[in-house]
């Protein structure tokens, strides 16, 4: 259990179980952009949720441009992103957060890695969570030669 989930069960329930419905999305997220399911993806993120991965220049905003993640990545053959670490500071019907993910960007038989930290806004609605704006730090990146890959998909 996180130090930031233990926090969590002396606030009370309401808040611990923010917080892992927000853990739950950080999971859904990943899962969404790894399947270049679009339709997952979008059910992560606010209507006018904004995006942007400032050493890169990418910026993004809304559910008309947030697919365009998925043009970023065709390069790959496949990703995988590993949702870690995870801090939330809940208030209500808002959050803020830092989400640690460790991304695989497999290609030619290179797995190109970078060491993030999604930095998040969050709302809550009718609906449950969505991110409301993220701002991914990449911390460092690495290549190393990937072994074989198993089938795809599913």
Do not use: K
């Not at 790959?76 to 959050?95: I, K, P, Q, W």
């Amino acid at each position: 259990m996180s130090i930031c989930l233990a926090a969590a069960r002396r606030e009370g329930a309401d808040v611990e179980s923010a917080r892992a419905q927000l853990l739950e999305l950080a999971a859904r997220y990943a899962a969404g952009v790894d399947r270049r399911d679009r339709d997952l993806l979008l059910s992560t993120m606010h209507p006018r949720a904004r995006f942007s991965i400032p050493a890169t220049g990418i910026a993004l905003t809304g559910h008309d441009e947030l697919p365009r993640v998925f043009e970023l990545l065709a390069r790959f053959d496949r990703t995988f992103h590993l949702v870690g670490n995870a801090c939330y500071e809940v208030a209500g019907d808002t959050a803020t957060g830092e989400v640690y993910c460790q991304a695989h960007h497999l290609r030619g038989g290179q797995d190109f890695t970078t060491i993030n930290r999604y930095q998040d806004v969050y709302a809550r609605g009718a609906g449950g969570w969505r991110i409301t704006e993220r701002t991914v730090v990449i911390d460092w990146t690495y290549t190393v030669p990937a072994g074989g890959l198993g089938p795809a998909g599913g």
